[in-house]
């Protein structure tokens, strides 16, 4: 198993809040397989516990930044811009993310990922959203589309480690941004491909219906499901 996910783990399975794996390493726990580079480890956290993983990383010696389009850097777990977080990038001496400070602004900074990351240097925190029994999607589209995955198939596990469903995956992978992207382009179709032919039924079902209620004009991904169907 990739060193990366190892650490991360031993990070946070102590925390006392929930957390898993996302984006393309958690793909990489599904298939049990190394798949690609990866520029960073991306775990998630729900809304309620934005200052508890901001608490974790500032006394595990992390610098602790608000993503946006320039980064602002947190310095304690209460700052009110902890409650506004989607996103949350934490990183430590060697990180292939370079911050630098905008001129003329004080504590806005601007980033370039420079290589691949094969230390655990550099985790990328995304805040997602529940309630008692679901996994909620519709923030993460930037609306309120009724959207959702049971939390018992959301989150999986692989010895023990938690880590988002693949089908949950690509379908934010799904998003225009990923697929247009020049960061995400390249990649993006390539974890689509790896994981659709191996995907349970239920799981694909679930997909395809989540892309065609996400976007009722049509997505690539969607007619690609389709074909995989009738093969």
């Not at 400070?101 to 230390?119: A, H, K, R, S, W």
């Not at 697929?179 to 990649?187: G, P, Q, R, S, V």
């Amino acid at each position: 198993m990739n060193k990366l996910i190892l650490e991360g783990n031993e990070l946070f399975k102590g925390c006392g809040f929930p957390y898993y794996i996302c984006g393309g390493f958690a793909l990489e726990l599904f298939l049990g397989k190394t798949m690609r580079s990866h520029s960073d480890l991306d775990i998630s956290v729900f809304e309620e516990n934005r200052k508890d993983v901001v608490e974790l990383l500032l006394a595990d010696g992390w610098s602790v930044y608000h993503r946006a389009k320039y980064q602002t850097q947190i310095f304690a777990a209460d700052d009110p811009l902890v409650l506004d977080c989607r996103v949350i990038w934490a990183i430590k001496p060697g990180s292939p993310l370079r911050v630098k400070p905008l001129e003329g602004e004080e504590n806005l900074y601007d980033f370039e990922i420079v290589e691949p990351q094969t230390e655990f240097n550099f985790i990328e925190i995304v805040v997602d959203t529940k309630d008692e029994d679901n996994f909620l999607l519709g923030k993460q589209l930037g609306g309120e589309k009724n959207i959702s995955r049971a939390l018992d198939k959301a989150i999986l596990y692989k010895d023990g480690i938690p880590y988002m469903a693949p089908e949950v995956v690509l379908f934010l992978k799904a998003h225009p941004t990923y697929l247009t992207h020049e960061f995400h382009k390249e990649k993006t179709p390539g974890d689509f491909a790896a994981i659709i032919p191996v995907l349970p039924d239920e799981s694909r079902e679930w997909l395809k219906g989540a892309l065609e209620t996400a976007y009722p004009e049509g997505n690539y991904w969607i007619s690609e499901l389709e074909v995989e169907e009738n093969d």
